[in-house]
């Protein structure tokens, strides 16, 4: 319909899927090669607490919450480039299966990273001495 489908719980809306002229556009300040206007599919709730679960199966998928935070359940295999904006932290291990680079520089086993392209002051005991 022209205001998009909207989803009901026992007594009140809790979002629309729809087009940015039916369910509004979420991303109003966005920049995207291709205006967000006329060319988007929106599904959004109508604020916090509420949630957008995707799923192929129990147990699985997304898990999208209010605050813009997002949950996988399962595995996540990207076949492209990941430009990550933010800040990143990993709470288990990572494998690197190619180059590892810093700003450009590439980082090599047993490097140590002293950041000092001169082979640095670091005798590789840590913490530094003299700090």
Known sequence: TKKGMEFWNTKESIGTIGTTDSAGNPFPGASTPTPLEDNSLVIRTNGDGKYILISPKEGK????????????????????????????????????????????????????????????????????EGN
């Not at 949950?71 to 990550?84: D, H, T």
């Not at 494998?95 to 950041?115: A, C, H, Y």
Request: proline share 4%; charged share 15%.
């Open 61 to 128: 998928g997304w898990v999208i919450l209010g605050n813009g935070t997002s949950i996988l359940f399962g595995s996540l295999n990207l076949q492209e480039k990941l430009n990550a904006f933010g800040d990143a932290e990993f709470m288990k291990n990572v494998n690197i299966r190619g180059k590892l680079t810093i700003n450009g520089q590439e980082v090599f086993p047993g490097q140590g990273g002293s950041g000092n392209n001169d082979g640095g002051s670091w005798n590789g005991i840590y913490p530094p």
